[in-house]
């Protein structure tokens, strides 16, 4: 058996290529899978412009060039069949949902076994985030519907984050933004970076359900109209349009394309910026950093953390609840959007990956297009 694993530079984003090789014979207690279809969106290209800052290259690693060149494998979140298995808790045939590497195939050694669920027990995956290391029984699994899976490949992972982003802002008030008009008045602004990617649009979803703000999208000239056709937005501006607001807006920067001449231009506009939020790293091209700003400092959210925080404070199953029921609420949302919100494309084949994924990462592409890819 071959596997097919497409590959990028790490540091050079736009060069890649496809590694054939003979694929490893299993151990006891692995299992061998086919991934047979995964989502591709602006979320990953964040995995890969984040990869050595946030361990997402070693998820599963790939061996240096002779003359030290790195490479990675962006981790990616889809489907998966087991063709081959020694372990006795995992039947050949068997469907799983979870983190995968761009590639045709995937071996696991599973570990924490339940009904529902098993862990990734490879020792190299030891030390990294658990929300990662675990697949989904799709026999078992309350978040599947057969009819919804491209759906969930492309939503549930940027559905979870958006969900998390918005318990996190509420759960620190929003950084204060309306104390200044406890009885009403001007809402405070939460300002939405590249609004058209999923995620983003996905937070101001769950966002727009809550009274006590305004939430404001941010994106390109040639993406205001479908920004605005979302109806999660209050209003849509460009880039260029950030006089539109009063430099004494009180506001919280949500960043989801990790422009730096964005933030710095965010930072320096807002005198009474409150929390500066930095999420994703879709404009590849011109990632920047956060020192030397002005007003407060830049700080990464890390989904995992606040996941943590809330399965302590609620438990874990009555977090798995909410989350699973604010799911289904939004599956259903985008389901009935009209015009649609989603449409899903599909690309099977080496030469179709290497497409789809250039146009993702050149941030050209139809906000509405879904893509899924197998190799």
């Known amino acids: 058996m071959t596997t097919t694993t497409f590959q990028v530079r790490q540091d050079q984003l736009a060069t890649t290529r496809l590694v054939e090789a003979a694929a490893p014979p299993l151990a006891d207690g692995q299992v061998r ?110 978040f599947h519907t057969a009819d919804s899976e491209d759906v969930q490949a492309l939503l549930r992972p940027l559905f979870l984050t958006a969900w998390l982003i918005d318990d996190y802002l509420a759960d ?4 204060g933004i309306n104390a200044a008009n406890p009885a009403g008045g001007t809402l405070g602004v939460l300002l939405l970076s590249s609004a058209s990617s999923k995620t983003a649009s996905a937070t101001a979803a769950q966002l727009a359900r809550r009274p006590e703000v305004e939430v404001v999208g941010l994106t390109s000239p040639g993406n205001v109209a479908f920004c605005q056709s979302l109806g999660c937005y209050s209003r849509v501006l460009t880039y260029d349009q950030l006089d539109a607001l009063p430099a004494d807006t009180p506001c ?46 830049a700080t990464l959210f890390f989904a995992p953390a606040q996941v943590k925080k809330r399965s302590g404070e609620w438990g874990p ?7 699973v029921t604010a799911w289904h609420g939004f599956r259903a949302q985008v389901a009935a959007s009209s015009p649609p919100w989603l449409v899903v494309q599909q690309h ?21 297009l879904g893509h899924m890819l197998s190799l």
């Open 33 to 142: 899978v086919r991934i047979d279809r995964f989502a591709f969106t602006s979320n990953n290209i964040t995995y890969a412009a984040f990869g050595k800052a946030m361990q997402y290259w070693q998820f599963f690693p790939v061996p240096a060039d002779a003359d030290g060149t790195a490479w990675g494998c962006i981790p990616v979140w889809g489907f998966a069949t087991v063709v081959q298995s020694l372990h006795p808790g995992v039947a050949v045939a068997e469907r799983l949902y979870g983190y995968w590497p761009m590639a045709s195939h995937a071996v696991l050694q599973p570990t924490r076994m339940s009904a529902g669920a098993f862990s990734d027990g490879a020792p190299h995956r030891a030390a990294l985030h658990a929300v990662y290391n675990q697949y989904q029984r799709l026999a078992s699994d309350p």
């Open 172 to 175: 620190n008030a929003f950084f």
């Open 252 to 297: 919280v920067y949500v960043d989801f394309a990790g422009s730096g001449p964005l933030r710095q231009a965010v930072h320096t506009r807002f005198t009474q910026l409150a929390f500066s939020c930095a999420i994703g790293g879709t404009h590849v091209d011109d990632l920047g950093g956060a020192k030397d700003l002005p007003g407060p400092r």
């Open 317 to 323: 199953a009555e977090f798995s609840q909410r989350l």
């Open 348 to 368: 099977s084949g080496p030469a179709a990956v290497q497409a789809a994924y250039a146009a993702v990462l050149g941030g050209q592409g139809n906000p509405q």
